[in-house]
T-cell receptor
Framework: NAGVTQTPKFQVLKTGQSMTLQCAQDMNHEYMSWYRQDPGMGLRLIHY???????DQGEVPNGYNVSRSTTEDFPLRLLSAAPSQTSVYFC???????????FGPGTRLTVL | RKEVEQDPGPFNVPEGATVAFNCTYS??????FFWYRQDCRKEPKLLMS???SGNEDGRFTAQLNRASQYISLLIRDSKLSDSATYLC????????????FGQGTTLQVKP
């Protein structure tokens, strides 16, 4: 099993560009989340999903969109990249009734 | 005020030392509590869950005090491999995957 995979690992964008960060899981977990991690800030929740077709906003949703058409995939879209979105992005999953959240390896995004 | 607060450190300790990290959370309705470990430039991984009765896993002991809204992690006989950032994590609502993370406490164990 691959667990949680994220692509790309690294990305550099120019201000105003759009892109999609991919997240996929093969553990059949219902819950998926996107976090960003900035120095001194810890991980902050961007969006989360409790199942296919259901998404909700986290702490810092502005500038990001998500959709969950399948259990396996939870892409994060940056609509118009800004330098403030320079960060490390982690996708995570959780099984219903489970305790452990499993994280992908992260995407390191730089916006110039 | 942050929902989950930790002293960022760094804590620099010699091998074999005992070190304790503390964490406070603001929402008294929080349901479950965890310590995650994050190595440099890697993803966080669950270290242990924290229960009201306290729990121990080898050299690691976690405690929860709901009345004081306080969580602790004790590491005994520190190893070089314990060097990492330790994240205090709170789940406000069970079964949503919606975790709130502290900023982390950095531990550096020196020979």
């Amino acid at each position: 099993n691959a667990g949680v995979t994220q692509t790309p690992k690294f990305q550099v964008l120019k201000t105003g560009q759009s892109m999609t960060l991919q997240c996929a899981q093969d553990m059949n977990h219902e819950y998926m989340s996107w976090y960003r991690q900035d120095p001194g800030m810890g991980l902050r929740l961007i969006h989360y999903s409790v199942g296919a077709g259901i998404t909700d906003q986290g702490e810092v949703p502005n500038g990001y969109n998500v959709s969950r058409s399948t259990t396996e995939d939870f892409p994060l879209r940056l609509l118009s990249a800004a330098p403030s979105q320079t960060s490390v992005y982690f996708c995570a999953t959780l099984a219903s009734g489970g305790d452990t959240q499993y994280f992908g390896p992260g995407t390191r995004l730089t916006v110039l | 005020r942050k929902e989950v607060e930790q002293d960022p450190g760094p804590f620099n300790v010699p091998e074999g030392a005992t070190v304790a990290f503390n964490c406070t959370y603001s929402n008294s309705a929080s349901q479950s509590f965890f310590w995650y470990r994050q190595d440099c430039r890697k993803e966080p991984k669950l270290l242990m869950s924290v229960y009201s009765s306290g729990n121990e896993d080898g050299r690691f002991t976690a405690q929860l005090n709901r009345a004081s809204q306080y969580i602790s992690l004790l590491i005994r006989d520190s190893k070089l491999s314990d060097s990492a950032t330790y994240l205090c994590v709170v789940n406000k609502a069970s079964n949503t995957g919606k975790l709130i993370f502290g900023q982390g406490t950095t531990l550096q164990v020196k020979p």
